[in-house]
């Protein structure tokens, strides 16, 4: 088995005023070398944007973009004919493909939205772009690890052109569970939201990444109420 740690205090920080972000992995005008990613998982921002403020229109393509609001109400418009406001319990995928154009805003006046963006390198590359939106119920995650990223179309999770699964889970104190990689050849990166859990022995406090691969499951302890975030994706 292998790991890496990243504590929440040694991510690269970029605060633009209308935008505060945390940076997990080199980006932007963040670079570490030793952190430029997780196998398929390219980029975690932990972001948080001023009321009324946001992403003017731009471009990706090739790369699989989640968000996952944690506060507020984001906006969203995109090349493709989109526009959608994504909320708390919302996960939001767009395989860009080709090439897609897209804005995310602040819809609020009064209160800053929270999210999380990831990028995943694709599976395949040079794809019809296209995108997907579900709702989450948080009870149905309450000590249960729930599936809300896989690469199968499913009424139960959004798609992602990759081998990978995220799950979400609110773990109450003293709860305990195994995760199992779905997977050969894949890692799990680990990222607390809230609270303090234990995975494979490594106490983890809120914000705190956590990397483990060439390993078939891994254990997890709710340290304290926790809020978690487990990303499978392959390493190679």
């Known amino acids: 088995m292998n790991t890496v740690l990243h504590k929440s205090n040694t991510r690269g920080n970029a605060n633009h005023g209308w935008l505060d972000s945390h940076h997990t992995f080199s980006f932007a005008h963040y670079y570490d070398p030793t952190r430029m990613h997780f196998g398929a998982l390219r980029v975690l921002n932990d972001d948080a944007v001023a009321p009324g403020k946001g992403f003017g229109t731009h471009p990706h393509d090739n790369m699989e973009i989640i968000s996952i609001p944690l506060h507020g109400d984001l906006e969203h418009k995109d090349s493709m004919g989109n526009t959608a406001v994504i909320q708390q319990n919302d996960v939001q995928i767009m395989s860009a493909g080709t090439g897609i154009y897209h804005s995310e805003y602040n ?11 990831i ?7 040079n794809i019809q772009p296209r995108y997907e939106q579900k709702t989450y119920l948080p009870e149905d995650r309450v000590n249960k690890l729930q599936v809300v990223v896989a690469p199968t179309d499913s009424p139960e999770s959004v798609r992602i052109n990759q081998d990978a699964w995220f799950s979400l889970g609110n773990l109450k104190k003293g709860f305990q569970t195994e995760y199992t990689l779905h997977k050969q050849g894949t890692g799990v990166y680990a990222f607390v939201l809230e609270g303090s859990v234990t995975i494979q022995g490594q106490r983890l406090e809120r914000r705190d990444g956590f990397g483990i691969w060439n390993t078939e499951s891994l254990s997890i302890l709710a340290d304290e109420d926790a809020e978690i975030l487990l990303m499978e994706v392959p390493m190679n």
């Open 107 to 117: 819809r609020n006046s009064d209160k800053p939205v929270k999210f999380l963006q």
């Open 119 to 125: 990028w995943v390198f694709p599976k395949e590359k």
